[in-house]
T-cell receptor, first 108, second 114 residues
Framework: RKEVEQDPGPFNVPEGATVAFNCTYSNSASQSFFWYRQDCRKEPKLLMSVYSSGNEDGRFTAQLNRASQYISLLIRDSKLSDSATYLC?????????FGRGTSLIVHP | NAGVMQNPRHLVRRRGQEARLRCSPMKGHSHVYWYRQLPEEGLKFMVYLQKENIIDESGMPKERFSAEFPKEGPSILRIQQVVRGDSAAYFCASSLGQGWYEQYFGPGTRLTVT
């Protein structure tokens, strides 16, 4: 079983839609969690860290569910510019583990 | 710009040549990670270094690949006798501390082996 799993998508949504991604992790000792955004042929960029109490930054909300071992990312009022691949990562030891990413396509 | 720097951005090598990829971490960061990414695939961890030390190289092929992070200067990922299968994007990331800290990525080096 992979340590961090994501639905690869693509999620195809219209502008203005709300979309949610989940990411499951297998290492119950994981202590920290992150969401990254990666545009085509670019480097991953840190979107937000995920805290036990959840984290909100504008249109983006991240939540952690330790009991079920998953983290989620909610994007409200999707913009065309949100089209990208979203990677989740979990860190419990010194090496974070990345999922393969979920592709989001926002269309007019 | 105090971000993670990588060079070259693009590197073309013929089979059998050597490739040297450089990474300068973000200012104040002493932890460096190297990843490889193939098209349509996820990030594959290769090696984790701190200054003058290789902490974990479990993701790096045993042959032809080596990495260093000297006391002075950038971290270097070296691939000897490159083969076509080495063609990929190589990303470097740095962080303030170990895995529970956020990582910040450089722009990557795209290696093409002809």
């Amino acid at each position: 079983r992979k340590e961090v799993e994501q639905d690869p998508g693509p999620f195809n949504v219209p502008e203005g839609a709300t979309v949610a991604f989940n990411c499951t992790y297998s290492n119950s000792a994981s202590q920290s969690f992150f969401w990254y955004r990666q545009d085509c042929r670019k480097e991953p960029k840190l979107l937000m860290s995920v805290y036990s109490s959840g984290n909100e930054d504008g249109r983006f909300t991240a939540q952690l569910n330790r009991a079920s071992q998953y983290i989620s990312l909610l994007i409200r009022d999707s913009k065309l510019s949100d089209s990208a691949t979203y990677l989740c990562a979990s860190g419990g030891s010194y090496i974070p583990t990345f999922g393969r990413g979920t592709s989001l396509i926002v269309h007019p | 710009n105090a971000g993670v720097m990588q060079n070259p951005r693009h590197l073309v090598r013929r089979r059998g040549q050597e490739a040297r990829l450089r990474c300068s971490p973000m200012k104040g960061h002493s932890h460096v990670y190297w990843y490889r990414q193939l098209p349509e695939e996820g990030l594959k961890f290769m090696v984790y270094l701190q200054k003058e030390n290789i902490i974990d190289e479990s993701g790096m092929p045993k042959e032809r690949f080596s990495a260093e992070f000297p006391k002075e200067g950038p971290s270097i990922l070296r691939i000897q006798q490159v083969v076509r299968g080495d063609s990929a994007a190589y990303f470097c990331a740095s962080s303030l501390g170990q895995g529970w800290y956020e990582q910040y990525f450089g722009p990557g080096t795209r290696l093409t082996v002809t």
